[in-house]
């Protein structure tokens, strides 16, 4: 029987930490963000955490962004076959891409990549004392280490998106006219007559949500961890699985401001 | 002695939970002078250090760097003075992201201005790294190294060479010789004695070495059950007359302290 329950405790211990943790999160972005309007900004910092995020996550977000137009493409195609409407694969593809699979599934990719990596860098510092020692240099650990990768995730990942937007489209297109037997012509026609700026520019919002909710929780994990090793290694699990979660809660209400009328 | 002290504590308190770690410390350390601070592990040296540093703020008490509460000035001003003082951490605490040459520039740019204010260039940081290098004992060309590849003894020496970068009048040493062999400790210590009169520092360092004690310390004091049970001159450690002092420094199992479980 405890086995069984197991799941449903460890579900509560999850939202009771989340719950804990909302407000030394909300007081944590609210400080890293106040350091970006306030001199100085360590640029290298950006631009290393740029680069890091927005080029080389690339990789894994372009082949993950491909895959996912291709595979809807035919599911739309062998779902849609009985109700003779395959003309709307396109618009399908378009819409789906651009509207969810582009931002939520480079989110989830950068969180486990990027997310990752930033909590085990900081945590690492903060449990072998080199936080401390910036701030004995006279540099302020939440402005050195957190504001400019609080912004470089914000900017990175509407990057990241548009990116993964065009191939995954792409994708689609590939499977539907090489395998599926559509014009490609009709093909484009139909996806951009059935995308709107709107689709797109929603995208891109939640992406640099995602973005900003990676580095955050990737900052905060990392920056709060105790305990030597095992600490860091928790915070990065912590990391990953908030920025997670998080990215698809934010994902719905995003959605719902902008689509549930 | 005259005048105000360079570091006056009065009164400092700290406990974390129920563990009372601090328990009214009273300190005063002049200028110019070297303090030993020893005391059995877990006694609260580093917590001490960190408070003075602002890295863990005190229960209550006062802390005064030239006359100036650290506790009760705004955070501008507590940021100014904290910024006097250089710091090694027990196990360096270099920025592994970097090569040494920069660690020890992010010591110097951190620190030094030129005329105008402005921090020194990369280039010139990174060029100045060297002298300061060979400073502790050290060839220039260890500055292309990153910290991981560098031994823990070199690893001391890279982070005392980044405290003392920025020229600080104040500086503080967090067990800078444990975990040495005998004579890389001598070097160490014989380092630090260097560098206080060099710069003309007042110091305070946190040993458990009795030899690295007498050699770096003017002054001494013995931190147990959060207070300050013994102040003296660091040449009378061996001989101080005080059971407790006595028993630590000879390292005898039997005597007034006796091992305890830690909570
Ligand atoms: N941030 C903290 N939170 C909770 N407890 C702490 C914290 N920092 C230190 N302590 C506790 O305070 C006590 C004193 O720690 P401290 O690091 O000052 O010891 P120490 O005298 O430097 O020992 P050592 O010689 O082993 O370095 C320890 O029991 C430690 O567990
Ligand atoms: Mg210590």
Redesign the interface.
């Known amino acids: 029987m405890n086995f069984l329950l197991d799941p449903v405790a460890a579900l509560g211990r999850a939202t009771l930490a989340l719950v804990r943790h909302a407000g030394a999160l909300t007081l944590f972005a609210l400080l890293g963000l106040s350091h970006l309007v306030r001199p100085p900004f360590y640029w290298r910092v950006f631009v290393a955490s740029l680069i890091d995020i927005a080029y080389y996550s690339l990789p894994v977000v372009a082949l993950t962004a491909v895959f996912s137009g291709g595979v809807i493409a035919l599911q739309s195609y062998t779902g849609f076959a009985q109700y003779h409407v395959q003309s709307a694969i396109a618009g399908i593809v378009v819409l789906a891409v651009v509207r969810e699979l582009g931002p939520v599934l480079a989110g989830l990719m950068v969180a486990g990549r990027v997310g990752a990596a930033m909590s085990a860098e900081i945590g690492t510092m903060r449990v072998t004392d080199q936080i401390d020692a910036l701030y004995t240099l006279s540099t302020d650990p939440m402005k050195y280490l957190v504001a400019p990768r609080l912004l470089a995730g914000t900017m990175a990942l509407p990057f990241l998106v548009a990116i993964a937007d065009i191939l995954g489209v792409l994708g689609g297109f590939a499977v539907s006219t090489t395998k599926l037997g559509f014009e490609p012509g009709a093909y484009i026609i139909a996806t951009f007559n059935a995308v709107k700026p709107l689709d797109v520019t929603v995208g891109l919002v939640k992406a640099a949500v995602f973005g900003f909710l990676i580095a955050l929780l990737g900052c905060y994990h990392g920056y709060t961890s105790r305990g030597g090793a095992e600490g860091v290694g928790a915070a990065t699990t912590s990391a990953v699985v908030s920025a997670s979660i998080l990215l698809l809660a934010f994902d719905y209400l995003i959605t719902d401001l902008f689509f549930a009328q | 002695m005259s005048g105000t002290p360079k570091i006056r504590i009065r009164g400092l308190t700290k406990s974390f939970g129920e563990k009372k770690v601090l328990d009214g410390i009273d300190l005063d350390v002049e200028a110019g002078t070297s303090y030993v601070i020893i005391g059995g592990s877990g006694s609260g040296k580093s917590v001490l250090l ?1 408070c003075i ?3 863990i703020v005190p229960d209550e008490g006062s802390i005064e760097i030239d006359g100036e509460d650290l506790l009760t000035t705004t955070s501008a001003r507590r ?1 100014a003075l ?2 006097r ?3 090694l ?3 360096g ?5 970097m090569s040494v040459a920069d660690n020890i520039g ?2 110097l740019r ?2 030094l201005r030129d005329g105008a204010g402005h921090k020194l260039s990369r280039a010139e940081a990174r060029e100045r790294s060297g002298d300061i290098l060979k400073q502790v004992g050290l060839d220039p060309s260890v500055g292309l190294l990153s910290p991981s590849e560098l031994s823990g003894g070199m690893q001391k020496r890279v982070g005392l060479a ?1 405290a003392i970068a ?1 020229t600080p009048e104040i500086l503080f040493f967090d067990e800078p010789t444990t975990g040495l062999d005998p004579i890389m400790g001598a070097v160490i210590d014989g380092l630090i004695v260097d560098c206080v009169k060099r710069l003309g520092s007042t110091a305070i360092a946190i040993t458990h070495d009795m030899a690295s004690a007498r050699r770096i310390g003017d002054q001494a004091a013995m931190l147990y059950h959060g207070k300050l049970v013994w102040k003296g001159l660091a040449s009378n450690l061996m001989n101080s007359g005080d059971p407790m002092v006595d028993q630590f420094t000879h390292g005898r199992r039997e005597g007034p302290i006796k091992m305890e479980l830690r909570r």
């Open positions: 960190r540093l602002g890295l940021a904290v910024a003082i250089g710091m951490f027990q196990n605490a270099l920025f592994d992201s992010f010591g951190a620190k980044r920025g």
